[in-house]
């Protein structure tokens, strides 16, 4: 019968194979959702449902069809053992019972699939957990087939080696546990790159991936110099006129309009700041700063104190449109506080186009500060 160490042995590889195929089905898809630019959610649904549905359904397809065709799963393979016939001991399972076998409950415990192979234990005929009680199977050791008749049996293969076996067997033997380290080697190059590759991606970047978040004028709207954001079922096209980052305290002070704001941005302890610039189609100017903080009670304290006229407009300082529009606020997320301004000019509508344009700068970069 199967020892433990090679049922548990089964299990670890063949959770790894389960594991490799659904990322393999699943990647297309987080790759075309990230690299599409304005793909529409229910094509990317449709593109996507054949390659998840592949991926969830390959899994048990190939456990049960691989104990039809050979008698084994992948990790029973490279674990030398198989499934067979209770009856018989040496055939291999029809498709009935080992799609019964699969979809059968492993044992009464919570966590069969970290139980089952210590639950056949308890059985000293056979070996059986209960689903191969209820599948008519049992699990064994790979051993050599039998000679063939037709060859005149057992005794026209060879005669008895020192060890009492017959040479066929020492051939099979050998022959197999070729296989078994050749496929062992490949699955477990394979899963030791994919789980590796996140740990590498971090190394590869750099000692700022560790240190923590990186403080760029980048990590809120899109790199373009124009370009258009949607929130809401809003929409509004920008032009960038000015981005710089002031990653210390004295940048971060240079950006407060008044002396009662600076002692604020001292005491919360300020440690760095983005400014920016933009302008809108319908010609409203936006200033947005985004003041990095220690944690998060530091952030909000300053959000508590500050307004949005405390940071100065970008660029050319503060502004006081005549007749015209003004609109801005402060909101902080986790560690970081956003203040936005926008200022439109005498027009129609100036009040909702600088509330637009404000919106669709302020909300994003508030919502994607999450990531950082």
Known sequence: MASTRQRVAARAIDLLVAFLMVLAAVSPVYAVVLLSDGSSSAATAWAA?????????????????????????????????????EEDGTRAPGWRRSFRRYVLPRSASPVPLISDPWVYRKDDRLRQCLHDRRAGTVVVRAQAPPAPKETGGLAALGSPSPAGLPDHVHRWEARERKRRIALGSSLGVLGAAVLSAPFAAVLMTGPSAVSGPAFEVETF??????????????????????????????????????????????RTGCEGRIEIAFRTTDGVLVSSHVLK???????????????????????????????GALIGQVGTRDRYLVATTAVSARRPEAAAKAKNAFLLIHVPTLNVILWL
């Open 293 to 323: 903080f220690h944690d998060r009670a530091s952030a909000a304290g300053a959000q508590r104190l500050l307004r949005h006229t405390d940071l100065r407009f970008v660029p050319g300082g503060r502004v006081d449109p005549p007749g």
């Open 221 to 266: 709207y899109d790199d373009a110099t124009r370009f258009e954001n949607r929130f809401g079922g809003r929409s509004e096209t920008y032009e960038r006129t000015a981005a710089e980052v002031l990653d210390d305290e004295e940048g971060c002070l240079a950006g407060a309009t008044s002396e009662q704001a600076r002692a604020v941005l001292r």
């Open 49 to 85: 449902a054949p390659l998840v549905i592949t991926g969830m359904a390959g899994p048990p397809l190939l456990r049960v069809g691989g104990i039809v065709r050979w008698g084994c799963t992948l990790g029973q393979r490279v674990a030398g053992i198989r499934v067979v016939r």
